[in-house]
């Protein structure tokens, strides 16, 4: 059964950990958790140099990763 509602959108995606955690996932957390996974990103207009400024704090990863896997992306 494909769970998948949607593309997996960062909107989704934050909708959904909303919905079901309770707090509203950071657009960089997002893409620090796809990068964990080897999923695709491009750099942010406003990213300053090759380290993340705010990565995911390591309480908020499973949830996002739950998401990322309810939209079948991991």
């Known amino acids: 059964m494909n769970r998948r509602r949607g593309k997996g959108t960062y909107g989704e995606i ?8 309770g707090f509203t ?3 960089c957390w997002i893409a620090h958790v ?17 380290k993340r400024e705010k990565p995911c704090p390591p309480g908020k990863r499973a949830a996002i990763e739950e998401a990322l896997r309810h939209f079948g992306l991991i």
């Not at 990068?35 to 140099?49: D, F, K, P």
């Open 14 to 21: 934050q909708k959904h950990v909303k919905g079901r955690h």
């Open 25 to 27: 996932a950071e657009t």
């Open 34 to 50: 796809r990068e964990l996974n080897g999923l695709a990103t491009r750099r942010a207009w406003n990213r300053r140099g090759e």
